[in-house]
């Protein structure tokens, strides 16, 4: 760290780049990190944060880059929003922790009531609070087990659901999450997905019909506690099912007493220009998840449902020291207020078509874009291989790599390893934003 670090409110929303990428400083830190932090943990960029505000992140060596990745789908009110900032500061000095198990506090309860009030269904519901993404997933899948008495879970192709035992059995791609780490929960199911642009271009019904016969065929609706899916899928490659795949699957499970869960850990809250991606499909989920964005940088998730399955569990059975912790609930009314209030969910349509054009114009004159595809501040760029069509894995590496020395933050994804995705904060200036597809566009043109 410098001596005098930089607070994020004072950074400029511009990229500066005063050394090379990495710099010294990132450089002995890095050095650091490999004598004292497990090889397993990896990084994408080769960069140590000291400031970050809005849309930029400040690295130790003075360089200031342009995040659209925020720190995967996490900051999407923007780093250090000033809301956040004031309300956890104001949290800090009244208690920074009693376990709601305890002694309760009104913050939680106010974060289940906005939960209740905002996600889909007008329907009586519950919420609980949890720390991360794939522990939320777990409860659901729990409270869905505990409600219906049955134990199979159905998860679909290209799945991404979490980093603990079970929902790595959830997850679909092998490398590098679920190498070596077996044996994983059992009575885990896997179904096929939509997806448009290496379907055929199969209808929402027809994709949903094939799932529906093979869930019927190889699992059965009479041992089925719970289907599983991202409504716009994560780490799988931002792959948006064909209309009509999601409500199919919806009333399936309603006429079969089956559990609906819809992952929105990286779609929920204004991501994809809806407050919930389900809303965009016409879905009211039994059990919707919720995390990332929740709480501007803080650790925080939701299980969110109808009241009847919510309140399955005998009471004990959900919880956890840390769930709702008192300053994470702080950050969540902060950012829900910034969503709600701010214009973000607009901001995340401007930011669509900001994305789309740029790259739906450079498709027409590069066979290699294969597809331009996402919802709202949550975009996805396929590459492949113009004469084969087969995905071009090395090829989404160099743009990434050449964009990140440009200063830009990009994250790849894809089952194929073949997507670049845009998660800018929604708080992104047009001008910066434009500056960054820029930078991306010409690693693409120079690969």
């Known amino acids: 760290m410098s001596e005098t670090p930089a607070r994020g409110a004072d950074l400029t929303q511009a990229r500066n780049l005063v050394t090379s990428i990495p710099g010294p400083r990132s450089q002995e830190l890095m050095a650091r990190k490999r004598a004292a932090v497990s090889n397993a943990i990896g990084t994408t960029m080769p960069v140590f944060a000291e400031a970050a505000f809005g849309g930029v992140i400040r690295d130790v060596d003075g360089n200031t880059l342009i995040d659209l990745g925020s ?89 991404y659901h979490g980093r603990t035992n079970l929902t790595l059995a959830l997850t679909a791609k092998n490398q590098p ?49 719970a289907i599983i899916i991202e409504p716009i899928q994560g780490e799988g490659g931002f792959i948006v099912p064909a209309e009509g795949f999601l409500p199919a699957l919806a009333a399936w499970a309603k006429e079969n007493g089956v559990v609906f869960i819809a992952d929105e850990v990286q779609t929920g809250f204004a991501r994809t220009g809806a407050m919930f991606a389900s809303e965009l499909f016409g879905i009211e989920p039994d059990l919707i998840v919720t995390a990332k964005g929740i709480a501007g940088g803080l650790p925080l998730s939701a ?78 760029i396929e590459f492949v291989n113009p004469e084969t069509g087969e995905p071009d894995a090395a090829l989404t590496g160099a743009i990434a790599k050449a964009a990140h020395n440009q200063g830009v933050i990009v994250l790849t994804c894809g089952t194929y390893g073949n997507v670049i995705r845009f998660l800018p904060p929604l708080t992104i200036s047009e001008e910066l934003l434009a500056e960054g597809l820029s930078i991306v566009l010409d690693a693409l043109a120079n690969a």
């Not at 007008?122 to 777990?138: Q, T």
């Not at 290496?198 to 016969?213: V, Y």
């Not at 829900?336 to 214009?343: R, W």
């Open 303 to 380: 299980v969110t449902g109808r009241a009847e399955i919510m309140d399955a569990p005998q009471t004990g059975g959900l919880g956890g020291t840390y769930g709702g912790n008192p300053l994470a609930c702080a950050a969540a009314l902060a950012s829900i207020d910034a969503f709600e209030q701010d214009g973000l969910i607009e901001a995340a349509q401007r930011i669509e078509q900001q994305i789309t054009s740029a790259f739906l114009a450079a498709q027409t004159t590069d066979a290699r874009i294969g597809d331009v595809r996402g919802r709202g501040a949550m975009i996805a």
């Open 71 to 159: 720190g995967i789908a996490v900051t999407g009110v923007g780093n250090a929003n000033p809301r956040v900032v004031a309300a956890v500061s104001a949290q800090l000095e009244a208690f920074t922790h009693t376990c709601f198990m305890i002694t309760p506090y009104d913050g939680y309860v106010e974060v289940a009531e906005k939960l209740n009030r905002l996600t889909p269904g007008d329907f009586d519901k519950r919420s609980a609070l949890f720390n991360s993404g794939s522990e939320a997933v777990e409860n659901a899948v729990k409270i869905a087990r505990s409600y219906t008495g049955k134990t199979a879970v159905v998860a679909f192709d290209h799945a």
């Open 177 to 225: 999450y679920k190498s070596g780490f077996g044996p994983f929960a059992s009575d885990i199911y896997r179904a096929p997905l939509s997806y448009p642009f290496r379907d055929g271009n199969r209808t929402g019904a027809e994709a949903a019909k094939i799932a529906i016969s093979q869930i019927e065929k190889q699992v059965g609706a009479e041992n089925l506690a």
